[in-house]
Every structure is written in C-alpha cells, then in structure tokens.
C-alpha cells in the first residue's frame, strides 16, 4: 500500500491540474492556433493524466510496482497507458458501472488512436478530427468526475 504522504497527495494534485490545463490547450489550440495534431495530443493527455490521477489517489497505485508488474508479468502485452488505461476500465466494472465502463473504455480508445495518428502517422489531421478528440475528451472527463467526484 502506498503511503499517503503530503508530497504524494501534491504529486496527484499536480496530475489533475496539468490535465485540466491540458484540456484548455486543446480547445485553445484548435479554435485559435489551428494546430489540430497539437490539440488532439493536448485533449488525450488530459484524460491520461486524470486517469492515472484517479488510479494514484483514489486507489493508491504505487506507480513504481504498476510499471514493475507491466515489465516483469509476461501475461501483460501491454504499453503503460493501455495499463492503466485497463486497470481504470477494470475498476469500473468491478464497481458493477457496466455502461460508463463500456463508454470510457470506446471514447479513450478512440482518442488514443486520432493522438497517435496525429503524433506519429502521416495522415492529415484537420479540424473535424480535432473536434472529435476534444468532445471525446470532455466526454470522458465527465464520466470520471461524475465517479470519482474529483474537481479542478
């Protein structure tokens, strides 16, 4: 069990606030730069970051052993956001949250597939993209909250 100490509850509250201003990026970065790939990478990373926020603070993960399990259990195939990305879905339905489970688990997906078309693929990424990667964040991050009663 991790220790809850002042440094370790600061640490988490840094991980909320840097998602809620990432989140503000995204919407900054798509309505007045016009830098979609920017914003879609902004829009993920506020849900990634509140995820591991709720994972550190609301279940107390030891972000040290969650890395160790994923490197050394050869059942695991996962990258570190699909880790926590599942252990945050797996909370969900074992918390008897069927459809928010099944509603988080789609919109993350499908937000972590435009961040990594727009950070890594050649695909042109335009504003409609963006859009979507921004309503699919704002959609997640309500989910949570509503769960998870955490704010900004």
């Known amino acids: 069990m991790y220790i809850c100490t ?9 991980l909320r606030d840097k998602s809620v201003v990432n989140l503000d990026a995204a919407q900054l970065l798509k309505e007045k730069n016009y830098h979609y790939c920017s914003s879609i990478h902004c829009s993920y990373y506020s849900c990634f970051q509140a995820i591991k926020f709720i994972l550190l603070s609301n279940f107390k993960i030891n972000e040290q052993i ?16 699909d880790l926590y990305i599942y252990d945050l879905y797996g909370k969900l339905q074992s918390e008897n949250l069927g459809e928010d489970a099944k509603n988080f688990k789609n919109s993350i997906l499908a937000l972590q597939t435009l961040r990594v078309q727009s950070d890594y693929k050649p695909v042109k990424m335009d504003k409609s993209h963006s859009d979507h990667a921004y309503n699919l964040a704002i959609k997640i991050q309500k989910i949570l909250k509503r769960i998870y009663k955490y704010e900004n």
């Open 6 to 14: 002042h440094l370790f509850k600061s640490m988490c509250r840094q």
């Open 66 to 81: 969650f890395e160790a399990r994923r490197i050394t259990s050869p059942s695991i195939k996962r990258g570190t956001h």
